[in-house]
């Protein structure tokens, strides 16, 4: 917890009490539906609530923004991001209905009004959203093709609208998109622990 605060140090009370609460509520779920590998629970705030706020080292959702997490499993980066900006909008995508479940059940104890969360695969989610955020579900190339349908082209943020993707050591193999405007950020630049060496942001403009 203190590791939130001290990348993001002006966060509410609110906030402060929604971050701290996360780790009885995940131990708790993680023991009965498995979200995040067991012995990794200890490094909850680590690896998988900050890596997730990576995604709001590169960009600052402006109010209204509506944005989809695709592959969310237990809620991350959606819920951690959702804390982050109250006043943006959530929508939780999992094919996997008891992942749905944790990432619901997670939203609705710390009393998060701007999540909402659906059981389904994403090729089968019709909404519009101005982003697009991922974390660990297929490679780059896949995801543009799914959510080509679902990026609204109005636009509100300084970024144009596309997908955030959180990205591993993974990525030199991986093939990048031609066609689109990609943007990469070492998140070793904003965090200095040693998980975040070869951790990586990418944007990609739809
Ligand atoms: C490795 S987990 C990552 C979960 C979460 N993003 C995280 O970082 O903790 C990948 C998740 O993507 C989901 N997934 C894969 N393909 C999907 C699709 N087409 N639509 C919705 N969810 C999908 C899986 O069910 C799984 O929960």
Known sequence: M??????????????KGQFAALYNLYTDWNSKINVISRKDIGNLYEH??????????VIRFAPGTKIMDLGTGGG?????????????????VDSIGKKVRVATEVAGSIGLKNVTTRHARA??????????????????????????????????????????CLKGGELEKE?????????????????GEEFFETKKAVYVTV
Do not use: C
Request: charged residues 25%; proline residues 8%; glycine residues 4%.
């Open 76 to 92: 991350f980066p959606g819920i951690p991001l959702a804390i982050l900006f109250p006043e943006v909008q959530f929508h939780l």
């Open 2 to 15: 203190e590791l939130i605060l001290k990348y993001f140090p002006d966060l509410t009370e609110e906030q």
């Open 48 to 57: 998988h609530v900050l890596h997730s706020l990576g995604i709001a080292k």
């Open 175 to 191: 093939a990048m998109p031609v066609r689109n405007k990609t943007t990469m950020w070492d998140l070793k630049e904003f965090f």
């Open 123 to 164: 090729e089968e989610e019709k909404q519009l959203f101005d982003f697009v955020v991922s974390r660990a579900v297929m490679p780059l190339t896949d995801l543009l093709k799914i959510i080509r349908k679902n990026i609204s082209p109005k636009q509100r943020n300084a970024l144009p609208n596309g997908l955030i």
